[in-house]
């Protein structure tokens, strides 16, 4: 560590270089003590519980200027560089904005369906564009819509975690994906749903389905079927009504094949190879 002109300069393990007031080390120093990956004004507050609000708020500015902070696109809330890093760059983690986001507004949002199957493990690529979900009556920030593909159901329970996010836990997944089937993009998921299917018993299924209405249900007992997993499908069929539907697995058309069994049209390509 070196001192040029008045300023502590940090060294990283690259040519780069990153100075800091010596006012604001101690706020560095927390920031890297604590693994802060997201900061506001509060965290300047705590490092340096002396400073005013407004004093804050310019030290804040002069870590943005410096390259310890990097702006999440959401408002007041910054991503912190340690100085471990090769340089004032930002990490790339595309779960930020949502990371910053609950940072705001916990359990309002979740990653979901495919992205979930992905960071759970069972599917073996991301969608091409992140899926978060809330539920209808959640005000969504312009950022996140940007950010994810933002799809609104309900219920929408996520009682798990990877990574400090919210995911839905395996039963709750599957049921997301058969509530949220037409609008996702299934023709590659049989393999995962299956993976899906063998990791959680039909009762948690059954139990997990139901406050759901009738068309998750026989998508959920399709997918069931698709994969083998007989008891799995007849546990839900025991509590499906099929008085009702048809059904879709993708937009409401008849060319596709259909299921009498779940009286569902598989449009959407769930069941081939």
């Known amino acids: 560590m070196t001192t040029v002109r008045g300023c502590k300069t940090l060294m990283m393990n690259t040519t780069v270089s ?96 495919t992205s979930a199957a992905w960071l759970l493990g069972y599917a073996q690529r991301s969608p091409e564009q992140h899926i978060v979900v809330t539920t209808p009556q959640i005000r969504i920030p312009r ?22 996010l919210p995911v839905p836990t395996p039963p709750e997944l599957f049921v997301e994906t058969a509530q949220l089937t037409p609008r996702l993009n299934l023709d590659a998921a049989r393999g ?42 007849a546990a839900i069929e025991a509590g499906h009504n099929r008085t009702t539907g048809p059904f879709y697995t993708g937009p409401r058309h008849s060319n596709s094949p259909f299921s009498a069994r779940w009286r569902i049209y598989d449009t959407g390509h769930v069941g081939e190879e």
């Open 143 to 164: 950022s996140l819509r940007a950010a994810y593909r933002v799809l609104e159901t309900t219920p929408a329970p996520a009682h798990g975690t990877i990574d400090g």
């Open 18 to 113: 990153r100075s800091v007031p010596p006012w604001l080390a101690p706020v560095i120093q927390d920031l890297e003590l604590n693994g802060s990956t997201l900061v506001t004004v509060d965290d300047i507050q705590r490092a340096r519980p002396e400073l005013d609000r407004a004093v804050a708020r310019r030290g804040l500015a002069q870590l943005v200027e410096r390259g310890w902070l990097h702006p999440t696109n959401i408002r007041g809330t910054y991503e912190f560089i340690p100085g471990a890093a090769a340089g004032p760059y930002p990490s790339g983690d595309p779960w930020l904005v949502l990371r910053a986001v609950l940072a705001q507004r916990p359990s309002q949002f979740h990653v979901g369906a």
């Open 192 to 233: 995962w749903l299956c993976r899906l299917l063998n990791d959680i018993s039909p009762q948690d299924v059954v139990r997990t389905l139901k406050d759901r209405g009738a068309a998750t249900h026989a998508r959920a007992g399709y997918f069931a079927d698709i994969c083998g997993t007989n008891d799995h499908a």
